[in-house]
């Protein structure tokens, strides 16, 4: 079965400190990897996704990068963290139908 | 691209009433509509969802009804439980494409 680890599950970060965040799925070839984040409320807004490996698609401009050096990776990163990038972030993946989420990391910045 | 409605954003609700919760969708090649609920600090987890050629389907105290030709697509809690008290999220998606989401609705079930 497909299963997908995200990591960190927490994290806490200094203003201007750099950002790596990694996800993997198991159990599936060539997926779909997104990147979400939930800020204040509860809206899931799409950062990235990509459709393979070096792969990716930027939904909004932002201080955020993405990237994909293998199949089943997907790596979410920040040279100089803000205090804007607070927030849950999600990795998933889908299937020809639908989404499965890993855990989320909830980052904050101080 | 796609664009998804949800409504209410909040919606508070007696233990055993009924919950409902709308969404519209504006890509009429849209034909997967999955409705997800995410648990306070947790992931959002499917609970149910539906195909361009169905028009409900239901599992236990949820259902799900599509109106295709005025796109728009509801779910439905009934009796409904403390523990469901949570964010509720329907998604719309056309084939393999980037499923779009709606906003979320908070649902609270006062015991």
């Known amino acids: 079965s497909q299963t997908i680890h995200q990591w960190p599950a927490t994290l806490v970060q200094p203003v201007g400190s750099p950002l790596s965040l990694e996800c993997t799925v198991e159990?599936?070839?060539?997926?779909?990897l997104y990147w979400y984040r939930q800020a204040a409320g509860r809206g899931l807004q799409l950062l990235f996704y990509?459709?393979?490996?070096?792969?990716i698609s930027s939904e909004v401009p932002q201080n955020l990068s993405a990237s994909r050096p293998q199949d089943r990776q997907f790596i979410l990163s920040s040279k100089k963290l803000l205090l804007s990038d607070s927030g849950f972030y999600l990795c998933?993946?889908?299937?020809?139908?639908?989404?499965?989420f890993g855990q989320g990391t909830r980052l904050t910045v101080v | 691209g796609e664009n998804v409605e949800q409504h209410p954003s909040t919606l508070s609700v007696q233990e055993g009433d009924s919950a409902v919760i709308k969404c519209t969708y504006s890509d009429s090649a849209s034909n997967y509509f999955p409705w997800y609920k995410q648990e306070l600090g947790k992931r959002p987890q499917l609970i149910i969802d539906i195909r361009s050629n169905v028009g409900e389907k239901k599992d236990q105290r949820i259902a799900v009804t599509l109106n295709k030709t005025a796109k728009h697509f509801s779910l439905h809690i009934t009796e409904t439980q403390p523990e469901d008290s949570a964010v509720y999220f329907c998604?719309?998606?056309?084939?393999?494409?980037?499923?779009?989401f709606g906003r979320g609705t908070s649902l609270i079930v006062h015991p």
């Open positions: 990509s459709v393979g490996i070096g792969q």
């Open positions: 159990g599936t070839s060539n997926p779909n």
């Open positions: 998933a993946w889908s299937s020809a139908s639908e989404a499965f």
């Open positions: 998604a719309a998606r056309r084939g393999s494409y980037i499923p779009t």
